[in-house]
C-alpha cells in the first residue's frame, strides 16, 4: 500500500498545488479552483440545523474541559543535587494538520476530537485537511467545528494526496510538523511514507486500521445494551472487530443478546453492512473477570466496554485499551461524541503502546537544567569520570576547565 | 538506507536465531553461541572500577529522581457534565527493547538513559540490545547499568539485526512493543522499516540523526567555556553539528572564542575528529537575544546552551529544543552523563515536535468514561443527535435503548 501511494505522495511534493487539484479532480470528482479556504470562514458555509448546532456546542464543552484538564502548563522542577536543578517545560507543536475523512460521510465529531486538543495546547497553525463534497464545498457541521476550534485553513483534499500537502507544504497549503486523523487505507500509508522521510520532518500521531470493541458481560448486564453495543460498533464497516467476552454467563443469556442484535438491527439504517459484520464478530466465553480481562488486555482493543458488577472497580485489571466504558450507562457512543474523551485511538493491538490523541500529542516536553558553581563541584568530578570511561575527554574538559576556573 | 537494511532485517525475521548468529559474526566479527544473557548476571561480566562505578552509582541517583518526578501514577478525572466522569490514567508498555550502541564505544551513559525510565515506568519485560566487543563479551558498565535497572535480558546483538530479533522476537530474544535508542544509520533506519510493518506491531522513540549543540553567547560569556562547550560536541563525530550565535558580540570576544577552541583541542584526545568537525561549524551574528532565539527556534536544536546575562529569564524564549543548558556551570556534559535529564534527544530538527525519551515514553495513557443513568438522560440526546448528523444510527440506538430502559 505504501508502494501504491508514493507516487501520489512525490507528485504533490513536486508540483505542489497543480498537482493537488488534479488529484481531487481524479479521486473526489470534482474540479475546484483553490484548495484552500482561510478564516474568517464564510457565515453562509457554516449553516448548522439548530439542534445539531447545540449538540456540537455541548460536545465541544465537554472535550473541551477533559483536554484542557490534561495541559501540563505549569514546569516540573526537580533539585537531583544541591545546586543541580532540572526542569521540564511543554511547548506547543506550532503547526498540525488534521485530517478528517468526508466525501459522503460527514463527520463533526473527528474535526471536534482532533481540534480542541490542538487548540487547548496552543498550536498556531492548525490545517484541517477533508475531501470535498461532489459541489466542491466542506459539509457546514465541519467548517462549524473548523470555526470553533480556530482552524487556520481548511483543506478541500483528502487521501495521499492531502497527506503529502500536509507533510511538504505547496504554494497554497502550509507545511505542518505532525499530522493527526484516521483515514482509509490511502491516508494510513501516505503518514506512514511521510514520516519515514527525514526531508518531510513530520511525525504522526499514529497507525490506524479499522475500529474495533471488545465488551465484557457477566451475570448482571442487560442483553439489550450489550447487543446494542456490539451493533454500534459493526455498523462502522464491513472490516470492524467485534468481541464479546462472557464472564461465567449462562448460554441462555448468550442466547438473549444474540436475539437482540437480530431483533435491533432490523430497525438500524445500515443493516445491510451489520448482515456482513456481524456474523464475523466473535464470542469468548471465559470463567472470571481476571480471566477476561487477560484476554482483553493480550487483544488490547480499541474500545472496551464493561457490563460488569462493580464496574469501576475492575478499571484497575485493565493494561492495555484505548478507552474503557464503564458500567450500564456507559455506551461507546458517548465517548465516540461528547463525553470528553478522545474518539481517536489505537487500533490493531496498539495500544500495548500508544495512547490515544491527547493534548500532550500536540505538545512537547523540553527538559533544562541549571549548575551553580557549588553544584558543579559536586557533580563535575562524577561527569569527567563518566566521560573519561567513554573515552569523551572534551566532554571532560568542559567541567574541568571550569572547574578550574572557579576554584 | 531503509531498502539497504531491508534484507537483513527479514532475514532475522524468517530465520531468527540463526540468522542473528550469522550476521553477528559477519559485522560484529565475534561468533556467538547465543546471543541473550538473562539475569542474575555473573558478578565478573560486571567488574567496574570502583570510580567509575561510584558515578554511575551517582548518575543513576540523579537520573532515577528526575524521571521519577515525570510518572504519572495519579488518574486524572473530570466530571465534565453532571454524572459523567472522564478519567485518564497511565500503563507502563510491557515490553520494551533498549538499544545501546557499542563495539569500541562503551557507553554506560546511555543504557541509564534508557533503562532508569523503563524501571521507573514499570516496564515488566527489558531487554538491553548492544554488539558484542570482539571477544563476545559486553562491557562490564554496561552489565553493570543493566544489572542497576533491573533488565529482563541482554541481546548481544547490533545494527539492523538488532532491531529486527527485537520487533519480531526469536527463539531466544523476547519481542517487544516499543524499540528505544540512538545507534548508527542502519540501527535507525532498521527502526523506521519496522515502525511501519504492522505485524511486527512495534514503535520507536523517534527518528535519530547526528548530534548537535547550538551555543547562545552574549558578552557575559566565558570564552574558554563557550570553546569548551563546542569543542565537546565536536567530538562526537565528523558528523556532528555544531552552531555558534552570538548576541551583539565584538569581534575580538568571538577571536578569543576561535583562539580557545584551538588552544583547547591540542590537549584532547580526539583532536583528530575535532580538526574534521570544527572547520564544519558555523558562527551566526545576531543583534539581540530575542534574534538569537528565532534562530534557535527554527533550528530546533538537540542540544541548546545560553551562555546568556539572566540565562534562566530566556528559557521563556525556547520553543523548540531537546534539552537547555542554563548559564556558565551547565556544560552539556552534565546533562550527557548525570545532573538528571534524559541525553536521548530529538536531533535533526526533530525537536519541533518530539520530546526526548522520558517517562512518559515508557507509558500509555488510557481513558474512560462512566455515566451515571442520570448522566446518560443529560447526555444522551446530544449524543444521538450527532449520531443521527453523521448517519449512524447503531449508535444512537445504543443510547436511546437505554435512555427507554431507564424512563
Not at 485553513?153 to 500537502?165: F, R, S
Not at 458481560?217 to 462502522?236: K, R
Request: glycine residues 6%; negative net charge.
Amino acid at each position: 500500500m505504501i508502494a501504491k501511494v508514493k507516487p501520489i505522495v512525490d507528485d504533490v511534493r513536486t508540483r505542489g498545488d497543480a498537482a493537488l487539484l488534479e488529484l481531487t479532480a481524479k479521486f473526489d470528482r470534482v474540479q475546484l479552483t483553490s484548495t484552500v479556504v482561510f478564516p474568517p470562514f464564510a457565515p453562509a458555509s457554516m449553516q448548522v440545523a439548530p439542534d445539531v448546532r447545540a449538540a456540537i456546542d455541548t460536545a465541544y464543552v465537554n472535550i473541551y474541559k477533559f483536554h484542557a484538564a490534561q495541559a501540563q502548563d505549569a514546569a516540573l522542577v526537580v533539585e537531583t543535587m544541591p545546586g543541580v536543578v532540572c526542569s521540564r517545560f511543554a511547548r506547543p507543536i506550532a503547526r498540525v494538520g488534521l485530517y478528517v475523512p468526508g466525501g459522503t460521510a460527514i463527520l463533526p465529531s473527528t474535526a471536534l476530537m482532533l481540534g480542541i486538543p490542538a487548540q487547548v495546547a496552543g498550536c498556531k497553525e492548525v490545517v484541517l485537511a477533508t475531501p470535498p463534497r461532489p459541489d466542491g464545498s466542506i459539509s457546514p457541521e465541519v467548517m462549524y467545528v473548523a470555526h470553533l476550534v480556530g482552524a487556520s485553513a481548511v483543506l478541500k483534499a483528502g487521501g495521499g494526496q492531502a497527506v503529502a500537502a500536509l507533510a511538504y507544504g505547496t504554494e497554497t497549503v502550509p507545511k505542518v510538523d505532525k499530522i493527526f486523523g484516521p483515514g482509509n487505507q490511502w491516508v494510513t500509508a501516505a503518514k506512514m511514507l511521510v514520516q519515514n522521510d527525514t526531508d518531510a520532518l513530520v511525525s504522526i500521531d499514529m497507525p490506524a486500521g479499522p475500529s474495533e470493541v471488545l465488551v465484557v458481560a457477566d451475570y448482571t448486564c442487560n442483553p439489550a445494551f450489550v447487543a446494542a453495543d456490539l451493533l454500534s460498533q459493526a455498523e462502522h464497516g464491513v472490516d470492524s472487530q467485534v468481541v464479546l467476552v462472557t464472564v461465567d454467563l449462562p448460554l441462555s443469556t448468550i442466547d438473549a443478546i444474540e436475539v437482540e442484535v437480530d431483533r435491533q438491527a432490523n430497525a438500524l439504517s445500515r443493516v445491510d453492512i451489520l448482515r456482513q459484520s456481524i456474523p464475523k464478530s466473535i464470542i469468548v466465553r471465559t470463567k472470571s473477570v481476571e480471566e477476561a480481562l487477560a484476554f482483553s488486555n493480550d487483544y488490547a482493543p480499541e474500545h472496551l466496554i464493561l457490563h460488569l458488577e462493580d464496574a469501576s472497580a475492575r478499571v484497575a485489571l485493565v493494561e492495555n485499551a484505548g478507552s474503557v466504558f464503564v458500567g450500564p450507562f456507559s455506551p461507546e457512543s458517548c465517548g465516540d461524541y461528547a463525553s470528553g474523551t478522545n474518539h481517536t485511538l489505537p487500533t490493531n493491538g496498539y495500544a500495548r503502546q500508544f495512547s490515544g490523541v491527547n493534548t500532550l500529542s500536540f505538545q512537547k516536553h523540553i527538559t533544562s537544567q541549571e549548575l551553580t558553581s557549588a553544584g558543579l563541584k559536586e557533580l563535575g568530578p562524577v561527569v569527567a569520570t563518566l566521560a573519561d570511561c567513554e573515552g569523551l575527554s572534551a566532554h571532560a574538559n568542559a567541567v574541568r576547565i571550569r572547574l578550574a576556573a572557579s576554584a
